[in-house]
C-alpha cells in the first residue's frame, strides 16, 4: 500500500478464468450489506421508507446488538466465512447457512483473528465463537435466519426482481460487447485491459496468485457505492458491486385495474393485496382497512394458497407480503 492508502489490484485473465467468470445473486450478500446499512443508524435516501419499516422491527427483535453486530462492523472487514461461494446462480439462504454452518474451525478463527487485527479486537459473543465454532456457528444461523425473516424476506420478490434484471443486463454486454467493455462499465474504479482486470482502492492486494480461477459477480440492492470483494482460495474471488435500478427499488408502484382483479378475487382480498404494497401484519392490515382481524386472516390464508401472498415468521412476529405473482398481477398493464 502506497503512503495515500491506495492499492492497486491487478486480476489476470486467462481463457479458463474468463471461462469460469459467472453471475450469481446470493442472500448472504444482502444480509451483510443490509445490516450494515440498518445498524449504523444512518439515513439514506434510497432505501428510506425500508429503513423506516425494517429498524422497529429489529430493535424489537434484539437482532440490533446480537451475533450480526459483531460480525457486520460499521465499516470494514467481514468474515469471509459468511459470504461462502455461490454454487449455482441463485442459492437460497438456506443453502447458504448450510454452508456457513459446515465451516472448518480453522476456518473460522482465521477471519475472526483477520477481524480482530481491522478493529482492534472483537466483542464477548465473538470469543465464544472462537472457542467453539463448530458448536455456535448455528447459533449464528439462527439469527440470520430471524434477522431475514423480519427484514428481507417480505421484500425478496421485489429485490429479486432488480438484482435478476441487472444480471440479465449485465450478462447481455459481456454476450454482445465483450468482458472488457463490460468491466469498464462495471464501476469508475475498475477498468479492464490486455486480460487485466484492475481494481482501485482496495483495502488489500489482490492478484491470480493469491485469488482462486475465475470471477463470481454479485449484484447486490444495499451495496454502497464501494466495491466489496472476497477472496478465500481455492474458492473464486467474489466481486460484489451495487445493482442497476436500486434507486427504484422502495418507490410506490402504480395500481390498476382493480375493478377487474376484484371480479376475480373479491374486492376484500383486492383490498388487502393492494395494502400489501408495504408487507405488514394481520393486526396492521385489519387497521387499515377496518377488515376484522378473523376476516383478514381468512382472505390471507385463501391469498397465501393461491400464491398471492407469504408469511413471514421471526419470533411472535408474522409478516405477509406481496408475492412476484401478485406484483405481476397488480402491475399497470
Known amino acids: 500500500m502506497n503512503p495515500g492508502g491506495t492499492v492497486l489490484a491487478e486480476l489476470t485473465f486467462s481463457a479458463s478464468d474468463l ?13 451483510g450489506t443490509s445490516f450494515r446499512l440498518l445498524n449504523s443508524g444512518a439515513p439514506d435516501a434510497v432505501h428510506r421508507r425500508w429503513l423506516e419499516q425494517v429498524r422497529p422491527r429489529v430493535a424489537h427483535a434484539g437482532l440490533h446488538r446480537g451475533w450480526l453486530a459483531e460480525l457486520v462492523p460499521p465499516s470494514g472487514y467481514v468474515p469471509d466465512f459468511l459470504n461462502p461461494a455461490p454454487t449455482g446462480p ?7 447457512l448450510t454452508a456457513i454452518t459446515a465451516t472448518p474451525a480453522d476456518r473460522v478463527r482465521k477471519d475472526l483473528d483477520h477481524l480482530s487485527h481491522h478493529q482492534g479486537g472483537i466483542g464477548p459473543r465473538l470469543r465464544f465463537l472462537y472457542a467453539d465454532p463448530g458448536a455456535r456457528l448455528a447459533r449464528v444461523a439462527e439469527e440470520i435466519e430471524a434477522y431475514w425473516q423480519l427484514a428481507l424476506a417480505p421484500y425478496w420478490a421485489r429485490i429479486r426482481t432488480v438484482l ?9 454486454q459481456v454476450a454482445e460487447q465483450g468482458a472488457g467493455h463490460f468491466f469498464n462499465e462495471l464501476h469508475p474504479l475498475v477498468s479492464w485491459d490486455a486480460d487485466v482486470l484492475r481494481l482501485v482502492r482496495r483495502q488489500r492486494t489482490l492478484t491470480r496468485e493469491t485469488a482462486g480461477a475465475g470471477l463470481l459477480l454479485i ?48 374486492r376484500t ?10 408487507p405488514a401484519t394481520t393486526t396492521e392490515l385489519a387497521r387499515r382497512t377496518g377488515i376484522s382481524m378473523a376476516g383478514v386472516s381468512q382472505n390471507l390464508t385463501a391469498l397465501r394458497d393461491a400464491g398471492f401472498v407469504t408469511a413471514h415468521r421471526a419470533g411472535r412476529t408474522v409478516l405477509y407480503a406481496r408475492t412476484s405473482v401478485a406484483e405481476s398481477v397488480l402491475a399497470p398493464g
Not at 445473486?25 to 444480509?31: G, R
Not at 441463485?90 to 447458504?96: F, I, S
Not at 435478476?164 to 447481455?172: G, T
Open 164 to 172: 435478476d434484471a441487472d444480471v440479465l443486463h449485465r450478462a447481455r
Open 19 to 31: 471461462a469460469q467468470m459467472r453471475f450469481a445473486v446470493s442472500p448472504m450478500w444482502e444480509v
Open 219 to 266: 449484484p447486490s440492492a444495499f451495496k454502497g457505492a464501494v466495491l466489496s470483494t472476497r477472496v478465500a482460495p481455492p474458492d473464486p474471488p467474489q466481486l460484489a458491486y451495487r445493482a442497476r435500478g436500486t434507486g427504484t427499488l422502495w418507490e410506490r408502484r402504480a395500481v390498476t385495474g382493480t375493478e377487474a382483479i376484484s371480479a376475480v378475487l373479491g
Open 90 to 96: 441463485a442459492p437460497t439462504l438456506g443453502d447458504e
Open 269 to 278: 382480498r383486492t383490498l388487502l393485496l393492494t395494502e400489501l404494497e408495504t
